[in-house]
């Protein structure tokens, strides 16, 4: 039932930089609020940046000017690129779709995916 499929963490120096991917059916792809979540031990899940349709994106001010989200629509992907990584970022990233309306709300996640940021 894994409709988010998640690649692309692992482990990195400080400094460095990974992309994460997230491909999602087209369905999904095409109707849902895309976004990027993290969650290290002992803290709370949070939004780390999103991506819509419309060409609105959102980032928490953690990640500002470091993170960038993108989309590939000929491959239903979203892309978290990542750099000047800090020890901080360390945790496991989870790719979300969201769709609401005043009828129902669609929600989607991936498994996750680690990344660790160490010397």
């Known amino acids: 039932q894994v409709q988010l499929v998640e690649s692309g963490g692992g482990l990195v120096q400080p400094g460095g930089s990974l992309r994460l991917s997230c491909a999602a059916s087209?369905?999904?792809?095409?109707?849902?609020?895309m976004g990027w979540y993290r969650q290290a031990p002992g803290n709370q899940r949070e939004l780390v940046a999103s991506?819509?349709?419309?060409?609105?994106?959102y980032y928490a001010d953690s990640v500002k000017g470091r993170f960038t989200i993108s989309r590939d629509n000929a491959k239903n992907t979203v892309h978290l690129q990542m750099n000047s990584l800090k020890p901080e970022d360390t945790a496991v990233y989870y790719c979300n779709a969201r769709r609401s309306t005043i009828a129902n709300t669609s929600e989607y996640w991936g498994q996750g995916t680690q990344v660790t940021v160490s010397s």
């Open positions: 087209g369905y999904i792809f095409s109707t849902h609020v």
């Open positions: 991506f819509t349709s419309g060409g609105i994106t």
